[in-house]
Antibody, heavy 122, light 107 residues
Framework: QVQLQESGPGLVKPSQTLSLTCTVSGGSISSGSYYWSWIRQPAGKGLEWIGRIYTSGSTNYNPSLKSRVTISVDTSKNQFSLKLSSVTAADTAVYYC??????????????WGQGTMVTVSS | DIQMTQSPSSVSASVGDRVTITCRASQGISSWLAWYQQKPGKAPKLLIYAASSLQSGVPSRFSGSGSGTDFTLTISSLQPEDFATYYCQQANSFLFTFGPGTKVDIK
């Protein structure tokens, strides 16, 4: 079955750009009518949706982060990526990639990566 | 933005208890609501989608109901593995938002 795995640096300096990649295995990122999302969760807090991408390249972003976020897709590598610029300590969180289920699943996030902790600190 | 609230924020219950968690949207979202279970150090797991549809592989003791602005997640008979935090999430608009979570712990 489809699995997701996040990868990227665990430590980013303030004002720099956070870069993460999500690798899709067990299926093609291009198959089906799925969007691919990034979601984050600060320690002990709730979940915040960052944005999503379709394999056509179409994106939607959370307006609160839109000015700093870029999500891209590389179908040849079966991967999608997150870049978050000008990070501060407030961006410290566990970052998850997730599959945004099809309309048949009510656009719920049916598959998640295990999450990767990113700390913003000098 | 559509804001999501949940109540209670935490509940203490015993194995075998019936537990009900409520989620409210700040505006109508039809049935575009999902419920997730999250255990410490783990990713959330989808339980319910489209307000009342049980995700494949999820035990039938979990059920969801509601439409519009008010929704509930019910665990009919709490099991030891159900102690976790539960989140609702609206999918009515592409600006997906989650509720703050309800922690279910052992009484």
């Amino acid at each position: 079955q489809v699995q997701l795995q996040e990868s990227g640096p665990g430590l980013v300096k303030p004002s720099q750009t956070l870069s993460l990649t999500c690798t899709v295995s067990g299926g093609s990122i291009s198959s089906g009518s799925y969007y691919w999302s990034w979601i984050r969760q600060p320690a002990g807090k709730g979940l915040e949706w960052i944005g999503r991408i379709y394999t056509s390249g179409s994106t939607n972003y959370n307006p609160s982060l839109k000015s700093r976020v870029t999500i891209s897709v590389d179908t040849s590598k079966n991967q999608f990526s997150l870049k978050l610029s000008s990070v501060t300590a407030a961006d410290t969180a566990v970052y998850y990639c997730a599959r945004d289920g099809s309309p048949n699943l009510g656009y719920a996030f049916d598959i998640w990566g295990q999450g990767t902790m990113v700390t913003v600190s000098s | 933005d559509i804001q999501m609230t949940q109540s209670p924020s935490s509940v203490s219950a015993s194995v075998g208890d019936r537990v009900t968690i409520t989620c409210r949207a700040s505006q109508g979202i039809s049935s575009w609501l999902a419920w997730y279970q999250q255990k410490p150090g783990k990713a959330p797991k989808l339980l319910i989608y489209a307000a009342s549809s049980l995700q494949s592989g999820v035990p039938s003791r979990f059920s969801g109901s509601g439409s519009g602005t008010d929704f509930t997640l019910t665990i009919s008979s709490l099991q030891p593995e159900d102690f976790a935090t539960y989140y609702c999430q609206q999918a009515n608009s592409f600006l997906f938002t989650f509720g703050p979570g309800t922690k279910v712990d052992i009484k």
